[in-house]
């Protein structure tokens, strides 16, 4: 299928732009011809796609591997020739070309490693300079992203590039997209997610939510439908320091997506990659081999041998006797990208295909199949640009993706406990089905769920935008867009399953639509003879969101149903039935003045109303000050040496808007038990509700030494959250028991960002260049109106994190062990602190050697720590007795009872609190353990492959990825990173390990 669809996509592509393509090879007679090579000043290296314009001809060529270029068909006359590459400075040359005769230009590129003078648009809304933004914003171009070949999805590709994002994701699972955040924690009640725009289309892009209860459904976030292929460009504002005139909704910080585009300047261009790989998973549990010697079980289920010497094996075991089996992974994408005149044009489409690396052969139900769980998905993105006068520019883009999923049966009901060591064992809860011989007799080992958990996935997304540039002076643009994400569910737990016998159907359907609206305009100025610069910007931005969700089950099937269907159930539940829609605008205007080209000062104002607030909230206002002084432009500085350096700091506000019906007194229908309709109270409501507002103060500098070869970035911020929504507990008099948001709470972050670039080697054979980062941050609750709020409580499991004022959000607390080390009885502390849950210190690096300039060997690393998590596998385990690393103790315990305390007397008190088989003595709250670690998260070797080996050809390259090679950590449960869903990051229960994924990349530009 999926060789089929590929030659379907590259036949309708060479269909569609043959004929350009066509005439842009046809060549001409009595013209000259412009080549040469172009190489960095510094070590002499040859630089490759590098562009090469002449803007009077629209005509260019872009360099290959070797530098080389070629204009050809050029008429006698002088012209321009500009020279461009990210990372470098810019070069302008003037050629005269002859008739019948080739002008040789060989151009030299100095690095530009920290430019000042690039455009970013996120955080301004238009297009401004870097030097003239006094707040830090983070570009991650093509090339960052591509070095992660490995990389299924954006959120993946964005991992550990910029200081202060971080991800949580509640399974490694095909198809499972992260949750990302920016600088900690802002809000209690109101989500963490940063506000995502693709080519200035606002996109829904929050958690949609599993969509099968206890059934392996997995939380997705819509930019996983976003390929790392597809991107130019990311750029990412972390505060509300810098996403004032984004509004309401901004505090989160703001990301921002820009695609690929065509160029008339250039030839036709194709691009084509191909890719190959596997999942496997990681070892979880500790690294030693003696007390953890088949990873926790998930690598052996034959003969297993629990506390007491019981071996037990698992009814449902492959043959081979491991559970772990290679999930296969292809992907394949195409693009192609050109103009012609004043028409641009970008097209593209991709499909993959993962695997889990989950062998379910071992049972009946999964006869036949290689892995019980897999993501297929494809799409098409199209970009288009039409110049219709010289002041006048029309852009369209528009993409679509698919999905289907299929989920390993994972989570916490025993009907999908693939993942769930915990159950397994002797001490399990999961009992032999009907028809088995030994019908109601305890399940020893493991049980593959006869279920279908399916997800159907979709996004389509399109925008216009029409921009006109009046004259040097004034320029202005509107822009639609739309968005459309939604999933739909089906989990079918067959006739005949182990916890429904009879058959249980569920189907789910959630969807998000998003429009936006958005005007913009600007006008410049020169004041005081040319040395004061002005800039006015004014613009207004409107968007609504619609979110309907709906899920019903169906039950007691009479018969044997292959392909079920809910009129074929006795018993049909409607689950949920839920509309929402909020509208946010307003208006904003800004206000930069800039001093000789180095000291710029920007003022902003947003105005701004949500729909969600209470009927008593007007518009709201958000300041913004900020100031860029480029000290490095000034005549006393020794920029021989320290050629840049800048100083930069700002100050302003954002929101974050109540949920939709947080501010609307509401009820709920209910049904007697007579079957007599009737309604209770649901929420009580506030007419007073307003936005959570964050004020940020932040203060950095930039700077660069020796020509680029030192590069540092350092930023510190302090945000407070002011009016944060805190659930609140009303008296019952008033005859509303539900909690209610209530604008009383105050928030803080604080913490310090730092990158440092070192080029350690320049010469023209070999580079290297490393990269270092680290974030530092504290959160803390100031004010909670005196509230405590369970976070991530489990009722089951008994275990929950905190807000508390006074402590980090969310903060983790337990029975702690005061005496751990202690040969001795353990002393308990119930309702003790133990730390923050998310971490507060991640350090970094990138580094990057390349030889001979066709052999990059590249590597990713990233170190977390200061946080805690619910090791909750460990201690379901120990109940059960197969948690091998406690079995010493657990043989010390029974000697004990047995009358024999010498072993016992000599473990230490954490050991004996923790490891011990006597259910009284085991808690949940015993097992917080801290996560720290340090990932090797990608290798990476890219080899330019000679040219004439692929005919037509401009250039080719062969990349091998490898992720997850190496953890190091000293937790005890699946995996330091493990959640039991991506919004409770404090408790690994249920979860799977991560993947190892290894890959080989073919990518050939044509």
């Keep these: 299928m999926i060789r089929t669809h590929k030659l379907l996509l590259s036949g309708l592509l060479a269909f569609m732009l043959a004929p350009q393509s066509l005439l842009a090879q046809v060549p001409a007679e009595g013209m000259g011809s412009i080549e040469g090579i172009v190489t960095e000043t510094r070590s002499g290296r040859s630089l490759g796609t590098v562009q090469v314009t002449i803007p009077q001809l629209r005509r260019g060529a872009l360099t290959n591997p070797q530098g080389r270029f070629t204009i050809s068909g050029v008429p006698a006359g002088s012209y321009t020739a500009e020279f461009s590459v990210l990372g470098f400075k810019s070069e302008n040359r003037t050629v005269t070309v002859a008739a019948g005769q080739p002008v040789v230009v060989n151009v030299e590129l100095a690095e530009n490693v920290l430019s000042l003078d690039e455009l970013v648009v996120t955080g301004t809304t238009t297009n401004v300079r870097q030097r003239e933004v006094g707040t830090a914003v ?6 960052d992203i591509a070095m992660v070949r490995g990389a299924s999805g954006l959120g993946q590709a964005l991992q550990g590039q910029v200081p202060g994002l971080m991800m949580s994701q509640s ?8 949750v990302i955040s920016l600088r900690g924690r802002k809000s209690i009640s109101q989500g963490d997610e940063p506000l995502f725009f693709v080519d200035g289309v606002r996109m829904y892009a929050r958690a949609t939510g599993a969509t099968g209860s206890g059934s392996g459904g997995m939380p997705f976030n819509p930019i996983a439908h976003i390929k790392p292929e597809d991107i130019e460009r990311v750029e990412v504002v972390r505060g509300a320091a810098a996403t004032t005139l984004y509004g309401t909704e901004a505090s989160n910080g703001v990301i921002q997506i820009f695609t690929r585009r065509g160029s008339s300047d250039l030839p036709t261009r194709w691009d084509a990659s191909v890719t190959a790989g596997a999942n496997t998973l990681q070892w979880p549990g500790p690294d030693d081999k003696s007390i953890n010697p088949d990873g926790l079980g998930y690598f052996n289920c034959v003969d297993r041998v629990d506390v007491k010497g019981v071996v037990y094996g698992d009814i449902t075991c492959p043959k081979d006797g491991d559970w772990v089996k290679p999930g296969l992974i292809q992907r394949y994408h195409l693009g192609v990208s050109g103009g012609l005149g004043t028409f641009t044009y970008a097209l593209s489409g991709h499909l993959g295909d993962e695997d889990a690396p989950i062998d379910g052969s071992g049972n ?3 006869a036949g199949v290689d892995h019980v769980g897999y993501s297929r998905d494809g799409g098409v993105r199209a970009n288009f640009g039409m110049s219709f006068t010289p002041s006048i520019h029309a852009d369209w883009i528009s993409s679509l993706s698919m999905n289907t999923a299929r989920w390993v049966p994972v989570g916490s009901a025993s009907e999908s406990v693939w993942s769930a060591p915990m159950q397994r064992g002797t001490g399990g809860s999961i009992r032999l089905p009907a028809g088995d011989p030994n019908a109601g007799a305890l399940a020893t080992g493991l049980h593959f769920s006869e279920l279908d958990a399916m997800d159907y996935r979709r996004q389509i997304m399109t925008g216009f935008n029409l921009s006109q540039v009046v004259n040097s002076s004034f320029d202005h643009k509107v822009a639609f867009g739309y968005d459309l994400s939604d999933v739909n569910g089906e989990h079918w737990y067959h006739y005949g399953h182990i916890s429904y016998l009879t058959g249980r ?5 959630w969807e998000a639509r998003t429009t936006t609206f958005d005007y913009s305009a600007n006008y410049r100025a020169r004041l005081m003879g040319g040395e004061l610069s002005s800039t006015t910007s004014a613009g207004f931005q409107a968007n609504r969101e619609s979110i309907q969700s709906w899920g019903q089950t169906g039950t007691e099937y009479s018969v044997f149903f292959e392909v079920p269907l809910l009129s074929n159930a006795s018993i049909r539940t409607v689950n949920n039935d839920r509309k929402s829609a909020v509208v946010n605008a307003g208006g904003y205007l800004q206000q930069v003045l800039g001093y000789k080209d180095y000291l710029f000062v920007t003022a902003g104002l947003r105005l701004d109303g949500n729909s969600a607030s209470g009927s008593g909230m007007g518009v709201q206002a958000y300041p913004k000050l900020s100031v860029s002084y480029v000290l490095s432009d000034m005549d006393f500085w020794p920029s021989e040496t320290f050629e840049l350096f800048r100083l930069r700091g700002a100050v302003g506000e954002a929101g974050k808007a109540p949920g939709a019906f ?8 209910i049904v007697s038990g007579d079957g007599i309709g009737g309604f209770t109270t649901g929420a009580l409501g506030n007419p007073d509700l307003g936005p959570e507002r964050s004020r940020e103060f932040e203060l950095g500098f930039d700077g660069s030494l020796y020509g680029g070869r030192v590069t540092t970035e350092v930023t510190g911020f302090l945000q407070r959250t002011f009016d944060a929504l805190v659930p609140m507990q009303y008296p019952p008099s008033q005859g509303f028991l539900s909690p209610q948001p209530t604008n009383v709470g105050t928030l803080q972050n604080k913490g310090m960002e730092a990158n440092l670039g070192l080029g350690l080697l320049r010469l023209k054979n070999y580079s290297w260049d490393t990269d270092l980062m680290m974030t530092l941050l504290r959160s803390e609750a100031i004010d909670l109106d005196g509230e405590e709020i369970a976070y991530g409580f489990s009722e089951f499991s008994g275990s929950r994190g905190w807000v508390r004022e006074g402590y980090p959000i969310p903060a983790i607390f337990g029975t702690r062990i005061t005496n751990p080390d202690a040969i001795a009885d353990p002393i308990l502390e119930t309702d003790s602190y133990y730390g923050p849950a998310i971490p507060t210190h991640t350090f970094g690096f990138r580094t990057s050697l390349t030889i001979h300039n066709n052999l990059t060997v590249s590597a990713f ?8 998590i619910q090791n909750q596998t460990g201690q379901r385990m120990v109940l059960n007795g197969t948690f091998t690393p406690c079995f010493d103790a657990l043989h010390a315990e029974a000697q004990m009872y047995a009358g024999d305390p010498t072993a016992y007397n000599q473990l230490s008190a954490i050991d004996r609190a923790k490891c011990s088989a006597n259910a009284n003595n085991q808690s949940p709250d015993r097992w917080y353990e801290k996560n720290d670690f340090f990932r090797l998260r990608s290798v990476n070797l890219d080899y330019t492959l000679p040219v004439h080996l692929i005919p037509g050809a401009q250039s080719a390259s062969l990349g091998l990825s490898a992720s997850n090679l190496l953890t190091i950590t000293d937790y005890w449960g699946n995996d330091p990173e493990s959640r039991s869903s991506a919004d ?10 991560g993947y190892k994924t290894y890959t080989a990349s073919l990518n050939v530009t044509f």
Aim: glycine share 10%; aromatic share 14%.
């Design 662 to 669: 947080d501010a609307v007194k509401s009820w709920a229908s």
């Design 171 to 178: 399974g490694p699972q095909p198809g499972s997209a992260p």
């Design 364 to 366: 009946d139900y999964y």
């Design 138 to 143: 983070s570009q991650i171009d093509a090339k």
């Design 861 to 868: 690393g990233e170190y977390q720590g200061g946080s805690y």
């Design 505 to 509: 159907y569920q189907v789910s359907s």
């Design 984 to 993: 409770l990051p404090s408790i690994d229960y249920h979860a799977m390990p």
